[in-house]
């Protein structure tokens, strides 16, 4: 348990700086982007974690050619009680990315194939 404010002020920025990693792995030689308007959002609460940084991945409308590598995406953290949650690249046109209910883990880093 914190003692010293100083303690105490380092324990609240680790609570607050909360972030839930995912790296995508794609199965097709294919050009990729991601729209900043891709969320994790939590099932029961609905709540969205919104993008925060991409790598090996281009942000719409640019686009990456597929390297076998895979992309990584960082997101805000998941509110404490969330089990459950999706991935939703919420565009205006087809073919956005999702990955519906997925397990949360003691981690918040995440291993999918798109």
């Known amino acids: 348990m914190p003692t010293t404010l100083e303690e105490i002020e380092i324990k609240t920025l680790e609570c607050k700086e909360r972030q839930t990693i995912v790296h995508c792995t794609c199965g097709e030689d294919y050009a990729y982007r991601i729209w900043p308007t891709t969320f994790l959002i939590e099932h029961g609460t609905g709540k969205e974690a919104k993008l925060i940084t991409v790598f090996n991945i ?44 997925i397990r949360r883990n003691n981690t918040d880093v995440y291993h999918i194939s798109l």
Do not use: M, Q, R, Y
């Open 58 to 101: 281009s942000l719409a409308p640019e686009w990456t050619l597929n390297d076998g590598k895979g992309f990584t995406l960082i997101f805000e953290g998941l509110s404490k009680n969330c089990h459950i949650f999706d991935l939703k690249e919420i565009i205006p046109e087809e073919g956005g990315f999702e990955v519906l209910g």
